[in-house]
């Protein structure tokens, strides 16, 4: 399955390539603009479990070394203290700012039409969204429309914060750090982490791409970034299969026997390390080649899907996550061609979360998982002919069994715009990341969003 390429701005451009920079162990590139703020966790030492040319693909990032046999100890050590119950957040950031008046449509109002000629979606092309039926659903996010039907998902229709920052780079970094100060550089999850998680488990804040995401990045506390699972595969040089894998067994029972000298302790030590994380990754890698006898749900195909089906299967044999991160499918930076871009993306991203959900429930995970959709910003009412340009207020949801499934703050209408021409807000994100960590992780807010006593808490969980 293919995503859809969306025309990106240049700031978006920038933005992608010092994030890719920031995740080299111990660097951040210099700013590129004046102002332009560094993602949170530039600078995080990052430790691998295994050289590369082994075919590792787990780093941990935080500010000890842990060698794999600590790895897995320190998650053994978790798993067993870990609360039967333990809430986990699955974070999934729609990349670009995705257009909230198409994900839920104002197809109700007059003023839709006169903004929207060309990209307007037609009235009774999606579900009417049952809690301001001048409201519908994109017709390729019919998945939630039936999840939010089911109670299950929590809308917040017009999320952000004041003043907005049209800036891809900036507005995304308030987001990650929980307030609006450029120069944070821990996530709010991770200050979450540094507040309740243990120094050995890396497995607490798991970010399921090939570098940090910058809202887990922590100050004391390891995070871990696996680009898959099911990437984890070990060489040995010049051997291929089936003589391969009874090497590596073999290299396993070496590094248990004792060693006559200190270079020969060296070598066994690497070698029992090595066999542990193999060992401890095979499941995953089964359960994701697989996956027709593992996961109670079939997935759609794609690299997305394959994540969050690896991920269900970790929380099923109880590894002690607390928050997951990912990038959904594609781009939301529609400048030009967005009806193609948005649907093909945006379908693809719900048809994978609607089947983890479907997955969690059928394997009674479901009470103890909340997913949430969230963006940079919105994009502006007013079409550009083929597409958007970039808005204020937009659109984020939390899903799962226990979601409130009630609307925050009212959708605003297009009759009234901000100074700018853009959406108003009418919720807070930072009020949504209190109400979290309050009702959904038991934990104060004011401990980690350094604003917290400003914001009301709106109701999140049932």
């Known amino acids: 399955m293919t995503m859809a390429n969306s025309c990106s701005c240049n700031d978006f451009t920038r933005s992608q390539l010092l994030r890719r920079g920031a995740a080299i162990a111990g660097k951040g590139l210099p700013k590129i603009e004046p102002g332009m703020p560094l993602p949170a966790g530039t600078g995080l030492d990052r430790r691998t479990f295994l050289l590369r040319s082994a ?14 046999r600590h790895f897995e100890e320190g998650i053994a050590q978790a798993s067993a203290a870990a609360e039967p119950n333990q809430p986990v957040l699955v974070s999934i950031f729609m990349e670009g700012g995705w257009d909230a008046l198409s994900v839920l449509a104002p197809v109700g109002e007059a003023r ?6 060309t990209l307007g979606l037609a009235e009774g092309s999606g579900k ?13 996010a019919s998945g939630l429309a039936e999840l939010h039907e089911e109670g299950k998902v929590t809308t917040f229709p017009a999320i952000g914060y004041q003043p907005a920052d049209e800036s891809h780079f900036t507005s995304r970094h308030y987001w990650e750090v929980g307030q609006l100060e450029a120069n944070a550089r821990t996530g709010w999850m991770g200050r979450y982490l540094d507040l309740t998680g243990e120094p050995n488990n890396p497995l607490q804040g798991l970010s399921l791409d090939y570098s940090l995401a910058p809202a887990l990045a922590t100050a004391t506390m390891p995070v871990a970034a696996v680009s ?5 595969t070990m060489w040995a040089n010049g051997l291929g299969e089936p003589i391969t894998g009874p090497t590596l067994e073999t290299f396993g029972v070496l590094g248990t026997l004792p060693a006559p000298s200190p270079a020969y302790a060296q070598a066994r030590d690497a070698s029992y390390d090595t066999s542990l994380v193999l060992d401890k990754m095979a499941g995953f890698v089964q359960s994701e080649k697989e996956s027709g006898d593992t996961s109670p749900v079939t997935y759609p195909t794609g690299e997305f899907a394959e994540r969050l089906a690896v991920l269900a299967a970790m929380l099923h044999t109880e590894m002690p996550i607390k928050c997951a991160s990912l990038n ?3 781009s939301y930076d529609t400048h030009s061609d967005e009806t193609v871009t948005l649907s093909t993306n945006l379908g693809q991203t719900v048809a994978a ?21 969230w963006s940079e910003f919105g994009r502006r009412p007013e ?34 715009l901000d100074v700018n021409e853009n959406l108003l807000n009418t919720s807070d994100f930072r009020a949504m990341y209190c109400s979290l960590l309050e009702q959904w992780f038991q934990t104060e807010a004011g401990l980690v969003i350094p604003e917290a006593a400003s914001f009301q808490r709106p109701v999140l969980v049932k």
């Open 55 to 68: 075919g590792a693909a787990l780093s941990v990032y935080g500010a000890s070394m842990l060698s794999p």
């Open 112 to 117: 839709y039409r006169e903004l929207r000629p």
């Open 128 to 140: 009417v969204f049952s809690e301001d039926k001048s409201l519908m659903w994109h017709p390729a």
């Open 228 to 232: 898959s699972p099911a990437d984890y």
């Open 328 to 330: 959904a499918v594609g």
């Open 353 to 373: 979360v609607v089947a983890f959900q479907r997955d969690l429930e059928a394997r009674k995970l479901d009470q103890r998982v909340l997913i949430q959709l």
């Open 383 to 416: 079409e550009n002919g083929s597409g958007t340009d970039h808005g204020a207020g937009g659109v984020a949801f939390l899903i799962g069994s226990r979601a409130s499934g009630e609307m925050v703050g009212e959708f605003p209408g297009l009759t009234k």
